[in-house]
């Protein structure tokens, strides 16, 4: 072979080189995003659970929002079913 096809073999490999390299660099970008994603949601549960056992306003509100719940559940059956039978 001639240099210049030497030269163009070699252009060729560095081409195709720079295209893999793009490929696995948008990959790995893609990854990354997922995986910061993830830890984004899991932190978030994290706070959340903290700050809902907590003595601050936030821990209050979520303790009377449960509770408020857990009554309603027991409260509204019986409610409806006196509207609905009397």
């Known amino acids: 072979m001639?240099?210049?096809?030497?030269?163009?073999?070699?252009?060729?490999?560095?081409?195709?080189?720079?295209?893999?390299?793009?490929?696995?660099?948008?990959i790995d970008a893609t990854e990354r995003k997922r995986a910061?994603?993830?830890y984004a949601v899991i932190g978030g549960a994290m706070a959340y659970g903290e700050g809902s056992l907590g003595d601050g306003v936030f821990g209050k509100i979520s303790f009377a929002a449960k509770w408020f719940c857990i009554w309603f559940a027991m409260?509204?059956?019986v409610l409806l079913?006196?509207?609905?039978?009397l």
């Open 2 to 26: 001639s240099s210049l096809e030497d030269r163009k073999a070699e252009m060729e490999v560095s081409k195709m080189s720079e295209k893999t390299k793009t490929a696995l660099a948008s």
């Open 36 to 38: 910061a994603a993830g």
């Open 75 to 77: 409260i509204a059956p």
């Open 81 to 85: 079913f006196w509207r609905v039978a």
